[in-house]
């Protein structure tokens, strides 16, 4: 796979200090990473995360406040605690504990990616070079852009996944002659008014040098791609607060990724409207639900409910999942990850109405799987995102 959003740096031992900003729909994360050389594991030495509150009734406007508000007071933690414990490390006589800069981390809807295979048929044999592949790349983002003309969107990463001479994949393709090109690639754009403002909130507490965004989706298949390089076709699903980011890899690559709105907050959103409840005490029940703590009149009372919106999220999943194409088989090998309510998706993932003969292998993201890359520093919290996106950063080359 080839990366061209980022050139990594010869590291130098012990690593680099990197600050990570990871922007979801439902929190703010921050931390503190020292990026080590490939082969050496990578450590997380600072980590805060901040919630971000939600309401029965939300609009862009407060969920942008809600946001910059999360970014300030996470950079504001990282800048005073973070870089006082990394003050605090030995780290090498030669070490100086400055940031190298900030990476970027954003999820839906922060961030839109799109996945495209694009081909180019000649009609003779043709000399392939870098610009023609350049050329196939800078027509995906003029019609991604084009779709969007209404938004200031600016490219932040592009991702060139596989290159294909005359229906062969190939790593080196620059001099060799072809009649077709076919490349596979991914593009992630964002609004170059809201970058500005989140790097504004950030800098008043982190003059960093230099400033790098991501996808989380691409980062995370990235993050997988190296954790999980013994398996080669799975989807990975990530509800989080307000979104549901999905990934499909077949043959080790990534063939699609998209996002749905319907997120844990929707679901207790939905809970909380039906049962005339406030969105905790919504949140409480499916909780109690989820372990199997209620009465069985209160369970009897509350499943309809709750199997009627996870149909929803389940109609959603396969409706978006559509758009990779009919011919596209699903994966049946599933990692799911979920900050609260994983048995919710679990169970609904296990029995999905519009696809019965589908019958899926669940696996839940764990730290052991990450533990040959990443280390924890004590007291930590110990996100398994950070350590996923820690990974991908540090392979990148």
Same mark, same amino acid.
């Given at each position: 796979? /080839? ?32 990026? +080590? ?10 980590? /805060? ?12 406007? $407060? ?75 800078? @027509?995906?983002?003029? #019609? ?15 991702? /060139?996944?596989?290159? @294909?001479?005359?229906? $062969? ?6 001099? @060799? ?13 964002? +609004? ?28 995370? $298949? ?10 080669? #076709? ?24 998209? +996002? ?36 069985? #009149? ?12 996870? @149909? ?27 900050? +609260? ?24 993201? #764990? ?31």
């Amino acid at each position: 796979m /080839i990366f061209s959003s980022l050139s990594k740096k010869e590291n130098k031992a012990p690593g680099e200090l990197w600050a990570l900003i990871d922007i979801q729909s439902g929190l703010v994360r921050g931390s503190i990473v020292l990026l +080590s050389p490939k082969g050496i594991q990578s450590r997380v030495i600072y980590t /805060i995360q901040h919630a971000l509150p939600h309401k029965s009734e939300m609009n862009s406007g $407060y969920i942008t406040k809600t946001m910059l508000h999360g970014v300030a007071e996470v950079a504001a933690l990282l800048a005073r605690d973070g870089m006082q414990r990394v003050r605090g490390l030995d780290l090498g006589r030669d070490f100086r504990p400055e940031l190298c800069g900030i990476h970027y981390i954003l999820s839906s809807p922060w961030v839109m990616s799109q996945t495209k295979r694009v081909k180019v048929s000649y009609g003779k044999p043709t000399a392939i070079s870098r610009s023609s592949v350049a050329a196939i790349i800078d @027509k995906a983002r003029e #019609e991604l852009e084009a779709g969007m003309k209404d938004f200031d969107a600016t490219l932040i990463e592009q991702k /060139i996944f596989e290159v @294909k001479l005359n229906g $062969y994949s190939v790593t080196e393709y620059e001099g @060799k002659t072809a009649n077709d090109l076919d490349v596979s690639c991914a593009l992630s754009i964002s +609004s170059k008014k809201m970058l500005q403002r989140i790097s504004n909130e950030v800098q008043r507490y982190l003059h960093a040098k230099q400033e790098h965004h991501h996808s989380a989706l691409l980062l995370e $298949y990235a993050g997988l791609r190296a954790i999980l390089h013994q398996h080669n #076709e799975y989807m990975v699903i990530h509800a989080h607060s307000e979104l549901t980011d999905v990934v499909v890899v077949k043959n080790n690559m990534c063939v699609f990724i998209s +996002s749905f709105p319907f997120g844990i907050a929707t679901i207790i959103r939905k809970m909380a409207k039906t049962l005339r409840q406030s969105m905790p005490a919504a949140d409480s029940l499916l909780t109690l639900f989820d372990g199997g703590k209620l009465s069985d #009149e209160e369970r009897a009372r509350i499943s309809p409910i709750i199997n009627e919106i996870g @149909k929803g999220w389940v109609h959603d999943l396969f409706a978006t999942l559509a758009h990779a194409g009919e011919t596209m088989v699903i994966p049946r090998n599933i990692i799911l990850s979920a900050h +609260s309510h994983f048995s919710f998706f679990a169970i609904e993932l296990n029995s999905p109405p519009s696809a019965p003969e589908y019958k899926p292998n669940i696996a839940a993201l #764990e730290l052991p799987m990450i533990a040959d890359f990443i280390t924890y520093d004590p007291g930590q919290e110990r996100s398994l995102r950070i350590g996923i996106y820690t990974t991908a950063l540090a392979s990148l080359e």
